[in-house]
């Protein structure tokens, strides 16, 4: 599940890694997503979500609605959204009107766009913490490469024995996880849409193929 809405949607501005809250309305989503995930009485394991504040306030409230607050909780910076670089902060329409319609989608939705570079990220106690330093930007394709590898190494197992898994992060490593999952081509994942506070169930066979895919409206 994506998160719900935040101040960045709301006010539609690149966020990226910048870590900024939810909207009222984006709380209030979240907890009827909850409330639909918890007709379906799907007993989760364990759940994934991000190291940014959207994402992890989104997680619990699902949690909290479903009665699985007890349940592990795993937080990893490869969940984290794709990294926008210097365009965070910066509103989507007025980037759109200085660079063209042409260029502002390729940054949005191509694969292996990279958008303008930050020339110096300042240090982040939670990516130290990881052993890592924040990029200065990034294209899908690399979020797709940081983020596969928890996909396979984390999670997968814990599926093939059986284990249901929550993953709450967002709009743009969800669909880098959703182009592994469905395999859809680097061309085909332009098109694809995650929605705010919707969850998509995925049913897998034993091979980890998909056999059912659910969105909970």
């Known amino acids: ?25 984006g709380k209030a989503d979240a907890h009827e997503a909850g409330r639909k995930l918890n007709k379906t009485g799907i007993q989760f394991s364990d759940a994934h979500t991000s190291y940014l504040k ?3 306030v989104s997680e619990n409230i699902v949690l909290d609605e479903i009665n699985q607050l007890w349940i592990p909780q795993h937080k990893t910076w490869r ?3 794709r990294h926008y670089g210097a365009l965070r902060g910066k509103n989507k329409e007025q980037v759109k009107q200085e660079v063209g319609e042409q260029q502002f989608m390729r940054w949005r939705r191509s694969f292996a766009a990279v958008p303008p570079r930050l020339q110096e990220v ?7 913490t ?4 924040e990029p200065p930007a990034e294209s ?20 093939i024995d059986g284990k ?6 967002h709009g743009s490593s969800l669909r880098a996880l959703i182009k592994y999952i469905e395999n859809i081509t680097d061309t085909g994942i332009d098109g694809v849409e995650v929605h705010n506070a919707t969850p998509i169930i995925y049913t897998f066979n034993h091979e980890l193929q998909v056999v059912n895919k659910e969105l909970i409206k």
């Open 1 to 25: 599940m994506r998160h719900g809405e935040s101040t960045a949607n709301y006010d539609h501005t690149f966020t990226g890694w910048s870590d900024v809250s939810l909207t009222a309305k």
């Open 54 to 56: 959207r994402a992890i």
């Open 79 to 81: 969940l984290n959204e």
């Open 122 to 128: 300042d240090p982040k106690r939670r990516y130290q």
């Open 130 to 133: 990881a052993g890592i330093q």
């Open 140 to 159: 899908l394709k690399m979020a797709y490469q940081r983020l596969i590898p928890y996909w396979q190494d984390e999670i997968v197992p814990k599926l």
């Open 164 to 169: 249901n898994q929550l993953v709450v992060a």
